[in-house]
């Protein structure tokens, strides 16, 4: 039976195999303890909401239960996406917030996302406190008498379209002047209403792909190029102007041209940055250590400064709170606006990529084309039995040529070169170390790769 996945994301597994009702009341009952520690209030509050996924529904009155018996107000906001809770914990000023998603695993998966007061994930630290408290299973719970009942409020989506609908850098009469038609991919799952509700505000004609909110996937819901064959059809058949789609619950963004093809989920971040950093000149943004260094080509352009934090969401909200960064992001088409809020949002990413698009008066296809020209390899060198002997020995190889390689090691391994950079990092559940290359094609970035998986298969022996 496989195990139940526990990480800096929270919980993830397969319900009625690794995710079973023992596992889910020892973590969503850690996770009210760990939320009553750090209250200051008598009456701690939670709030609930999850992707839409089949049997979700059945995971959100179970974990509602449980935060009940452990003396906590729930308020459950129904099908929502994860950003969208985010912003719900926000608004109601609430102790923290469980989204119930497994975000782009496939249909069988679900899973518990664990937020803090703010909004935001949980960071290593936190996580690390929740597990234990977990393991001790010492948890309190109400007395029959004082048991919080459960609140519903289905009004957030319409409060977070309003959020962005709102944000100072939307130039919303641009947009409606280009009267966009845009086709919707929303995996049937919990960015269904919100994603073309947010589009026809903003005046665009909307074609609704996969949109009907059943929870069953039309196919694997990680929204990578060879899964989005469909929506790339449909914007043809369509003649539209832009395909969007979004993972399961709706933190990620990725985009398909006006000639059906990828847009590329690193130039989600990249057209952002350039976005935001020409209305801020000379303001920072933050992306992870395997994001793509076009990021730093068009911050360049407006005297930006770009940070890198490791990879995950809360490291990179963390950096931009550190330095202050009024866009940030992941390459995987995670936009992060801290004008929304500090997390990815695929709401957020839509309204900035919509407005650099109006402003540019170029077409999809076009404006690619005009962004720094980058290609990233992903890939993995299997059956590596100690990663950090390997990692070590690749810090000291590359470690005694610093006038040629710059090495970064808060996450793994990065070795930036004049012209391409790679990444390596262990994997905590495998044996295995994930590669990401970057280079100007795609021919030398797999060469690059290829000759790292054979140097990295020297050191094993």
């Known amino acids: 039976m496989p195990e139940l996945i526990v990480s800096v994301s929270g919980i993830r597994g397969i319900p009625g195999e690794s995710l079973t009702p023992q596992g889910l009341v020892r973590y969503v009952s850690a996770f009210a303890e760990y939320t009553k520690r750090n209250s200051r209030r008598k009456k701690v509050k939670v709030v609930v909401g999850r992707d839409g996924r089949l049997g979700g529904d059945v995971i959100e009155n179970f974990v509602s239960s449980c935060l009940q018996i452990a003396g906590i107000e729930v308020t459950s906001i129904g099908t929502a996406p994860t950003p969208t809770v985010q912003v719900a914990c926000e608004l109601m000023g ?84 280009r009267k966009f038609k845009i086709v919707v991919d929303a995996v049937n799952s919990s960015g269904s209403v919100i994603v073309p509700a947010l589009l026809r505000m903003l005046g665009c004609e909307v074609v609704e792909l996969y949109c009907d909110g059943s929870g069953i996937f039309p196919h694997t819901p990680e929204p990578l190029p060879h899964n989005l064959k469909g929506l790339s059809k449909a914007v043809r058949e369509h003649r539209a102007d832009l395909g969007i789609a979004v993972d399961p619950d709706a933190d990620r963004l990725v985009l398909i041209t006006d000639e059906g093809k990828p847009f590329g989920e690193e130039n989600t971040i990249t057209a952002s940055v350039r976005y935001v950093l020409r209305k801020y000149k000379g303001g920072n943004a933050t992306v992870n250590l395997s994001t793509t260094r076009a990021v730093d080509d068009v911050a360049a352009e407006y005297g930006g400064r770009v940070f890198r934090s490791a990879v995950g969401e809360i490291n990179v909200v963390k950096e931009m709170m550190k330095n202050g960064s009024v866009i940030g992001g992941e390459g995987s088409g995670g936009v992060i606006l801290p004008e929304s809020h500090y997390g990815r949002d695929s709401l957020a990413g839509i309204v900035l990529v919509l407005s650099e698009l109006a402003a540019s008066g170029l077409t999809a296809g076009e ?90 298969n020297e050191i094993t022996g």
């Open 94 to 177: 609430a102790d923290g917030a469980i989204a119930i998603t497994a975000s782009h695993n496939p249909q069988e998966w679900n899973g518990l996302k664990f937020l803090k007061s703010d909004g935001t994930f949980l960071d290593g630290s936190q996580v690390e406190e929740l597990i234990s408290i977990a393991g001790k299973g010492e948890f309190s719970y109400a007395r029959v008498n004082s048991i919080p009942g459960l609140k519903r409020d289905d009004g957030f989506i319409a409060r977070h379209i309003s959020k962005t609908m709102d944000l100072k850098l939307v130039d919303k009469q641009k947009i409606k002047k």
């Open 367 to 456: 404006y690619k084309k005009s962004l720094p020209q980058y290609h990233i390899t992903k890939g993995k060198i299997e059956n590596v039995r100690d990663a950090d002997k390997v990692l070590k020995a690749l810090r000291q190889k590359f470690g005694s040529e610093k006038e040629n390689v710059r090495l970064t090691t808060i996450d793994g391994l990065k070795l930036d070169f004049a012209r391409h950079w790679i990444h390596l990092r262990r994997s905590n559940t495998e044996p295995i170390i994930r590669i990401i290359t970057e280079a100007e094609s795609r021919s030398e970035a797999e060469r690059i790769q290829m000759s790292f998986t054979e140097l990295v």
